[in-house]
């Protein structure tokens, strides 16, 4: 297990045996070279901990439980977080301001602490065999483990063809599970019993003072709120810590304040597209020459995505329905390559702050409804993506007609109901017998799911929510974040998950985030002097990458491609209509991967990802060669008596 997750922690690695517990860890070493290893224990060896991932806020923790009589050996945020747990139980994870997956075990109780962070940047699995419970941060790891049948989940992938990830604690995989983000569980060591708590929720109050607070006030609080996020994630390292640089607004924000607010000269990286639909690099070099970085980036190919999507697959676990990875991917490579271990993205910004299309779209069906009659009210949709080669302004007649399905406001889905329904036309891919619940039934079990306090928020709180708990965690931070990052042994920080800015973002009022259809409204105002006007106002255009041509280019496919989605193949894997499979795969072919409607381009997407993740983990499973004793340390615990 601790071999497959080598690619994770390459620097050190170690076991505790305990007899009823085994715990393993690989170290990628941030903080704390010297004596940060783990599995660490208390000094008395009641509290053992494995734990990935970073506490920003370890050194204030540290003081505090200094002053309250602990005493501290390592100069490690592990250390911390075993001294807080030991203070304050389950309460300690309220108080840590960081991104965890963490397991800590009491040997005098006998019970095993598993924890998630607030949003679900690390990732947590966990299976059972018989009574026993196997964990790990990915599932490659458990599969390790004799006894764990390795199969496909038709409910997982049902959530992934609608809702675009799997919701926790589902996953691709039956009978694997996940921690859901901002929770605990707790299990019984001795009768293999659970109990679990969540100690995060997004909320959106409306007595927060932020309610009734001016647009000036509240976005002087926001940057100083973002300014001190950045800086912590910044500072609280021992290695270099580099930043992504895509060109929008929300990397070139957090660039702009590494830039200007620390004292250490910057590195950036960027993703340069070879199709200038999806390049964006005229953006990037301009914000790199304003802030002076030394930048680096990495010229991406249709043909390099199809190259590397095996591996893609291999590291995110999960089918998914765009190639935008792949990239991602490719640039953690160039971040390892230049020898970073770290850098700062501005992922979550579009999520906290209504930055993402589907909250406009929602506000403008939410208009068009109200006065469903009104042909001036519809002319407000062909507004919408003006960065599109085919945007809707060009088809009005199609435009108006996606933004009158659903229109029901009253709905809790309404804000996601035309992304779920268009998903949702996967699933007709699938075989009937492996076929999950029909996308009502998959979305209605997500919906029943929400906060009591859910329709006294606002209707763009409402499609937050949603998008917090849903995409994000399940798609964002998993298959684009940590998964391609960790691939390469990089860590990712991201100022705007940060507990504080996501706790101000739910109390400002509606209107600071989305004024009108200018998204994002408050952090351009807050920032907006840092970084080049050109940014600040260019349309928001969401980071794709090309997805059929990456497969079907010239004549010139990958050479795996045509032994997973021969008809022999899918029809052995059983998930996927063979016939359907083979007259899309022939459309897309026919076309050389252009010129595909939106529908097909996620079809083709799915259906390649599905059958790689089942050729990988299902039918050709190989499990990791164990690595050598001189290389694993292994920290051994007296049982006892």
């Given amino acids: 297990m601790v071999s497959a997750l080598r690619h994770r922690g390459p620097d050190s690695s170690g076991i505790l045996d305990d007899h009823r517990a085994i715990l393993g860890h690989t170290r ?31 050194l204030e923790l540290k003081r505090e439980l200094s002053e309250l009589g602990h005493a501290f050996v390592t100069r490690s945020d592990t250390e911390v977080i075993l001294a807080a747990f030991r203070q304050w139980g389950t309460g300690c994870l309220e108080r840590l301001n960081g991104q965890w997956a ?21 990732p947590l699995y966990y299976s ?45 995989f039956d009978r694997v599970f996940q921690v859901k983000p901002g929770h605990w569980v707790e299990v019984n060591g001795r009768t293999a019993e659970t109990s679990s708590g969540r100690y995060w929720s997004p909320s959106f109050p409306h007595d927060a003072p932020a309610r009734d607070a001016t647009l000036v006030e509240n976005t ?58 999806f390049d964006e690099s005229q953006y990037q070099r301009m914000v790199a020459d304003h802030l002076g970085t030394h930048h ?37 490579q160039l971040v390892r390559d230049s020898g970073y271990k770290v850098v700062v993205t501005g992922e979550g910004a579009d999520e906290m702050l209504a930055g993402y299309d589907i909250f406009r779209e929602a506000m403008v069906r939410s208009f068009v409804a109200a006065a469903p009659e ?40 309404f804000s996601h109901r035309p992304r779920w329904n268009t998903s949702a036309a996967l699933l007709r891919l699938l075989r009937p017998e492996f076929r999950a619940p029909e996308a009502d039934s998959i979305t209605t079990r997500f919906l029943s799911d929400l906060p009591d306090a859910f329709q006294s928020w606002h209707p763009l709180e409402r499609a937050q929510y ?49 004024m009108g259809l200018d998204e994002k409204h408050i952090l351009k105002r807050a920032f907006g002097h840092l970084v080049p006007q050109e940014v600040v106002k260019r349309p928001k255009q969401p980071y794709r990458a090309p997805d059929a041509a990456s497969f079907f280019f010239g004549g010139d496919e990958p050479e795996w491609l045509n032994e997973i989605l021969s008809e022999k193949t899918v029809e052995k894997a059983g998930v996927f209509n063979a016939k359907a499979v083979s007259g899309l795969t022939g459309k897309c072919r026919a076309a050389g991967g252009t010129g595909m409607s939106n529908t097909d381009n996620m079809r083709l997407v799915a259906v390649v990802s599905t059958m790689l993740l089942h050729h990988q983990f299902i039918a050709n499973f190989q499990t990791s060669a164990p690595a050598s004793d001189a290389h694993i340390p292994l920290h051994r615990v007296s049982r006892k008596t």
């Avoid at 912590?232 to 270099?240: G, Q």
């Avoid at 085919?390 to 199609?398: H, T, V, Y």
Wanted: glycine share 8%; net charge negative.
């Fill in 374 to 413: 009104s042909t001036l009210r519809k002319e407000i949709v062909l507004r919408l993506y003006p960065w599109m080669r085919r945007s809707p302004a060009k088809a009005p007649a199609f435009a108006k007609a996606f933004f009158a399905q659903g229109a029901n406001p009253a709905d809790p889905g």
């Fill in 466 to 514: 949603l998008e917090i708990a849903s995409i994000l965690p399940g798609y964002i931070l998993s298959a684009q974040g940590d998964r391609m990052l960790m691939a390469n042994s990089v860590e990712g920080r991201f100022p705007f998950l940060d507990p504080e800015v996501m706790e101000l973002a739910g109390e400002l009022p509606p209107r600071h985030k989305l």
């Fill in 102 to 122: 963490l397991a800590i075990w009491d040997r005098e109780k006998q019970s095993l602490l598993l924890s998630r962070d607030r949003v679900g940047i690390r």
């Fill in 220 to 277: 002087e609080r926001f940057r100083d709120t973002l300014i001190r996020a950045v800086q912590l994630r910044f500072d609280r390292s021992d290695v270099p810590v580099g930043a992504y640089l895509s060109g929008g607004l929300d990397s070139s924000v957090t660039t702009a304040i590494l830039a200007r607010h620390t004292s250490v000269p910057l590195s950036t990286f960027s993703l340069v597209f070879a199709d200038e639909e």
């Fill in 296 to 332: 680096e980036s990495v010229v991406v190919t249709a043909a390099d995505i199809g190259e590397v999507f095996p591996e893609v697959v291999y590291h995110g676990e999960q089918p998914i329905l765009r190639t935008a990875p792949a990239p991602l991917y490719l640039l953690s």
């Fill in 28 to 58: 990628l070493s941030i903080i704390d070279f010297s004596t940060g290893d783990q599995p660490m224990g208390t000094p008395d060896q009641r509290f053992w901990i494995v734990f990935n991932g970073e506490i920003f806020n370890y």
């Fill in 128 to 172: 059972w065999i018989g009574k026993t419970l196997v964990f790990a941060s990915e599932v490659k790891a458990l599969f390790q483990c004799s006894g764990l049948d390795r199969r496909l989940s038709p409910e997982g992938i049902g959530q992934i063809f609608t809702l675009w990830g799997p919701v926790a604690p589902d996953t691709a």
